[in-house]
């Protein structure tokens, strides 16, 4: 992979995955990285998506900040409350995140659940991406008519179809390669959206990041379309908005 282009993963996750009892530990992930090319990715912390957020954010910024890699940092959608008081906390930090990951399906919160929607309208408020996992059929309809930017982690190709009718009509959408296997799949998105909507995503180190990599690599996407996907779409998602 040596002529490969620049490559970012925008799904790195740290820590204890208490659903499988396997860990992500930060060695791991550079090995990951080493062995498919890949130079850097937005780190969240599993801690912060399951139990404890302020720590699980600080856990992230600690691996983030030592590797040079972009934080992501989680809000629980379960606490409205503390989910301001945590995005408060970020935004006064000496260099704020530009991107904020949810996750109402691990937290057993609905798109249409009050809190959702007050902390998606305080991410677009502030300026910020929006890191989104769960089912683009359900979580998608809640984030449209608002101008969000949004990177929907858990896109399935069987699910193709309804990304790309969201994404005609919201710019902001964009999804991850992750779960884009199936045929044409990332040609698809390219040709019917543009290419500027696909961001490399492998959720290292708790997937298959090889297979996801060469799968972008091997598509009939341009070189230049292969070098949007695999870095470029994300720094542009991490630049600031206001």
Not at 202 to 220: D, G
Request: with cysteine.
């Amino acid at each position: 992979m040596t002529d490969a282009p620049p490559l970012l993963d925008c799904d790195v996750l740290v820590g204890h995955d208490v659903t499988t009892g396997r860990w992500g530990r930060a060695q791991t992930v550079q090995e990951v990285f080493k062995a498919t090319g890949i130079s850097g990715g937005v780190v969240s912390a599993l801690r912060a998506v399951h139990f404890d957020v302020p720590s699980g954010n600080d856990e992230a910024q600690q691996v983030a900040e030592s590797n040079g890699w972009p934080l992501c940092p989680v809000l629980d959608l379960r606490d409205a409350l503390g989910a301001e008081r945590e995005l408060e906390r970020q935004l006064s930090a000496a260099s704020p995140p530009r991107a904020i990951r949810l996750a109402p399906t691990a937290q057993s919160v609905e798109p249409g659940f009050p809190s959702f929607g007050h902390v998606v309208k305080l991410l677009v408020e502030a300026g910020l991406t929006i890191f989104a996992e769960g089912d683009v059929r359900r979580v998608g309809p809640a984030l449209r008519g608002l101008g969000a930017r949004v990177v929907f982690l858990d896109t399935h190709f069987y699910y193709l179809g309804d990304f790309v009718i969201l994404a005609r009509s919201e710019p902001g959408f964009h999804t991850s390669t992750r779960m884009l296997t199936g045929p044409d799949s990332l040609e698809i998105v390219a040709g019917e959206v543009g290419a500027d909507r696909l961001v490399l995503g492998c959720r290292t180190p708790f997937h298959e990041t090889h297979s996801v990599v060469r799968r972008l690599l091997t598509s009939k996407l341009t070189p230049a379309e292969i070098a949007q996907t695999g870095s470029q779409n994300l720094t542009t998602l991490l630049e600031p908005t206001c």
